[in-house]
């Protein structure tokens, strides 16, 4: 059965399917009537929402007298900051950027389901596995920066050479397991949540349904701060540098 559409995904497929349907030949696929889907629509939905917000925050940066604004996003940068350095070490600081951005871009696409009109892209498991294979390439790419290739490799192999045989697979399991964890997890939490969300909604407008929009918002804040978390504990093993 066919996804129904959001206002906001009608709008792109009724003035912008040329463009879809550009992007699709780019990756090799036929074009289609209504390229958009939603998922794809409501992240570019919470890009742009980013971007703006922080668009909105850097001319009014000020070490004298910041507004409560740009307190918000303070705390949150200590908060990421300080998650970073217990996790990562004292080398955290240099991971910080895309700690924070994994975390504010799930942060944002779970919260926006709760508005009328909108859902959240994070119920979509594409947008979860495009996220943890994101941070499967990133650690990777952070293991081999700190340690070089051949010590990064090390790694798989255990602490004695005897053990690697053993090691090495499991360890490459493990690996590719990462991805589909942090995909299943992450799908769904915000699916169910999502469901629930619309169903008791559709059933009665009077308190009930706040409730459930309360526990959407501490389901969307605690599920963006475990990818965070188990984001930097990843990068973590890879960074270490063992004797």
Same mark, same amino acid.
């Given at each position: 059965?066919?996804? &129904?559409?959001?206002?906001?995904?009608?709008?792109?497929?009724?003035?912008? *399917?040329?463009? $879809?349907?550009?992007?699709?030949?780019?990756?090799?696929?036929? /074009?289609?009537?209504?390229?958009?889907?939603?998922?794809?629509?409501?992240? @570019?939905?919470?890009?742009?929402?980013? @971007?703006?917000?922080?668009?909105?925050?850097?001319?009014?940066?000020? *070490?004298?007298?910041p507004g409560?604004?740009?307190?918000?996003?303070? !705390?949150?940068?200590?908060?990421?900051?300080?998650?970073?350095?217990?996790?990562?070490?004292?080398?955290?600081?240099?991971?910080? &950027?895309?700690? /924070?951005?994994?975390?504010? #871009?799930?942060?944002?696409s779970?919260?926006?389901?709760?508005?009328?009109?909108?859902?959240?892209?994070?119920?979509?498991?594409s947008?979860?596995? $495009?996220?943890?294979? *994101?941070?499967? $390439?990133?650690?990777?790419?952070? /293991?081999?920066?700190?340690?070089?290739? $051949?010590?990064?490799? &090390?790694?798989?192999?255990?602490?004695?050479v005897?053990?690697?045989?053993?090691? @090495?697979?499991?360890?490459?399991?493990?690996?590719?397991?990462?991805?589909?964890? !942090?995909?299943?997890? !992450?799908?769904?939490? +915000? #699916?169910?949540?999502?469901?629930?969300?619309?169903?008791?909604? /559709?059933?009665?407008?009077?308190?009930?349904?706040?409730?459930?929009?309360?526990?959407?918002?501490?389901?969307?804040?605690?599920? &963006?701060? @475990?990818? +965070?978390?188990?984001?930097?504990?990843y990068? *973590?093993?890879?960074?270490?540098?063992?004797?």
């Amino acid at each position: 059965m066919p996804e &129904a559409e959001l206002w906001i995904t009608r709008i792109f497929n009724d003035y912008l *399917a040329g463009p $879809g349907n550009a992007i699709l030949s780019l990756i090799g696929r036929p /074009g289609e009537p209504r390229p958009w889907a939603n998922f794809i629509v409501m992240q @570019i939905l919470v890009a742009a929402i980013v @971007i703006l917000v922080f668009a909105i925050l850097r001319p009014r940066l000020s *070490a004298d007298r910041p507004g409560k604004f740009q307190q918000t996003f303070e !705390l949150v940068y200590e908060f990421v900051y300080g998650q970073a350095d217990e996790q990562v070490g004292h080398d955290g600081s240099q991971y910080v &950027a895309f700690f /924070g951005t994994i975390f504010i #871009f799930i942060l944002f696409s779970n919260l926006i389901g709760i508005i009328p009109g909108f859902e959240s892209p994070t119920m979509n498991a594409s947008v979860p596995a $495009g996220c943890a294979l *994101a941070v499967f $390439g990133y650690y990777n790419f952070a /293991g081999i920066q700190a340690n070089g290739v $051949g010590r990064y490799l &090390a790694h798989f192999a255990g602490p004695m050479v005897i053990l690697a045989p053993l090691m @090495i697979p499991i360890e490459l399991i493990s690996h590719l397991a990462r991805p589909l964890s !942090l995909t299943i997890r !992450l799908y769904a939490n +915000m #699916f169910a949540g999502e469901k629930v969300t619309t169903v008791f909604l /559709g059933l009665t407008y009077f308190l009930i349904p706040a409730v459930f929009m309360g526990l959407h918002v501490f389901v969307s804040l605690l599920q &963006a701060y @475990i990818f +965070m978390l188990l984001t930097m504990m990843y990068v *973590a093993g890879a960074v270490v540098h063992e004797h």
